[in-house]
């Protein structure tokens, strides 16, 4: 394990601090108001806040002011880290606590030690981002991808084919194939094909980042399976786009015919789907019925 305290460039080492704990995203700043994103948080800051504002940490002593280390765990074999620890240090009382543990699943990591924050010109933009939760069997899946053909959408899949990962257009057909086999990792509309930004190594290619947030692209990602009581499967399904997004600390603005499209969109899932469990979930009724009875009747 290897430590480091974190200190900003101008020698700054006290910070009011902000956790998003379930997404494992944080901002802290510093005693004159300059605001740093913890890690690679600048990647889902902006699509954490959208719903809640993560309030400041207070000490139990009632002091909010930290100072910040970082315990870095490597993986075996290996010059990257698989778990970054969150430790904040009271400066009123001393007390040290570990507020969270952070799994890293990519590579390289080296960029996460030698720049653990990001200056953060404005931490609070707000900008016109949706994303959609569904408990869908697969005919959901395949309805909604004719949908999307029908609005004009080119469907392009990134998928695992022999073990290596694959990116490109994919027709109706070929596409419930997938489906059915659960070979895909995520589906990708857009009127127009984007240049997809795709990293290549050994198993095959690597889409970084979420494109969908800067391109005009709709993204259905591969399904979180969840076990209920009586081992009951649940598939839940994540559709995100934006018609607005964030660049150089500036809100930008898709295209008016995008713009228009994704109005559709959500007016199909209200059409087509139930939506009981709260705020922008959409889901197939039966799937909600089998997984939890009478809950969300």
């Known amino acids: 394990m290897i430590q480091k305290k974190i200190i900003t460039d101008n020698n700054e080492d006290k910070f009011l601090i902000r956790l998003n704990k379930t997404e494992k995203v944080g901002l802290i700043t510093t005693e004159n108001g300059s605001n740093y994103l913890i890690l690679d948080s600048y990647e889902y800051w902006y699509d954490v806040i959208q719903d809640k504002y993560p309030s400041e940490l207070k000490c139990k002593c009632k002091n909010n002011i930290f100072k910040l280390q970082f315990n870095y765990h490597q993986r075996s074999n290996s010059q990257d880290y698989d778990q970054i620890d ?22 390289p990591t080296s960029k996460l030690f030698e720049k653990p924050i990001t200056f953060c010109k404005n931490p609070k933009l707000r900008f016109d981002y949706t994303e959609i939760t569904s408990f869908w069997e697969i005919n959901d899946v395949i309805f909604f991808l004719e949908f999307m053909k029908d609005l004009g959408f080119i469907n392009t899949v990134w998928f695992w084919e022999n073990n290596f990962r694959n990116l490109k257009q994919m027709d109706i057909y070929e596409s419930k194939n997938l489906i059915k086999a659960g070979r895909y990792l995520s589906f990708l509309f857009s009127l127009n094909y984007p240049n997809y930004s795709k990293i290549e190594n050994d198993k095959g290619f690597y889409l970084p ?3 969908w947030k800067e391109k005009e692209i709709v993204q259905l990602r591969s399904p979180i399976t969840i076990l209920y009581e009586n081992d009951q499967k649940g598939y839940l399904y994540y559709i995100n786009y934006c018609n607005e997004y964030i660049y150089n600390y500036a809100i930008k603005s898709k295209s008016d015919d995008f713009k228009k499209n994704t109005k559709k969109i959500y007016n199909w899932f209200k059409t087509n789907y139930v939506n009981n469990r709260g705020k ?8 909600l019925v ?5 809950k969300y009747t």
């Not at 922008?280 to 799937?287: G, L």
Request: net charge positive.
């Open 209 to 211: 980042g979420d494109q």
């Open 280 to 287: 922008n979930c959409y889901d197939n009724k039966n799937e």
């Open 86 to 107: 969150i430790i904040t240090i009271c400066t009123r009382c001393k007390n040290q606590k570990t507020q969270m543990k952070i799994d890293i699943d990519y590579s």
């Open 290 to 294: 089998r997984l939890f009875n009478n």
